[in-house]
């Protein structure tokens, strides 16, 4: 079996984004400063991260138990 990369694995893909955004959003909770300083270029992509887990929370943990559940089973 073939590993391909999560960039042409859409289910991959959607869990490494699930993973940033869960990974910036702890992150921030606990050392803001870190994410606060850079909200513009490469480095403010990691800032939108974690604003779309704050304000999406519900969202995005229904998202990550879905793709759990996903991984559990196989696909």
């Not at 999560?6 to 859409?10: E, K, P, Q, R, S």
């Not at 940033?20 to 050392?31: D, G, K, Q």
């Given at each position: 079996m073939v590993k391909h990369s999560?960039?042409?694995?859409?289910p991959g893909m959607m869990s490494v984004i699930l993973l940033?955004?869960?990974?910036?959003?702890?992150?921030?909770?606990?050392?803001p400063n870190i994410l606060d300083q850079?909200?513009?270029?490469?480095?403010?992509?990691?800032?939108?991260?974690?604003?779309?887990?704050e304000r999406l929370s519900p969202y995005v943990a229904s998202a990550c138990l879905l793709r759990a559940?996903?991984?559990l089973m196989g696909y």
């Open positions: 999560a960039l042409f694995n859409l940033l955004i869960c990974t910036c959003t702890y992150v921030r909770s606990i050392a850079h909200r513009v270029g490469w480095k403010g992509t990691f800032w939108k991260l974690a604003r779309i887990g559940f996903a991984l």
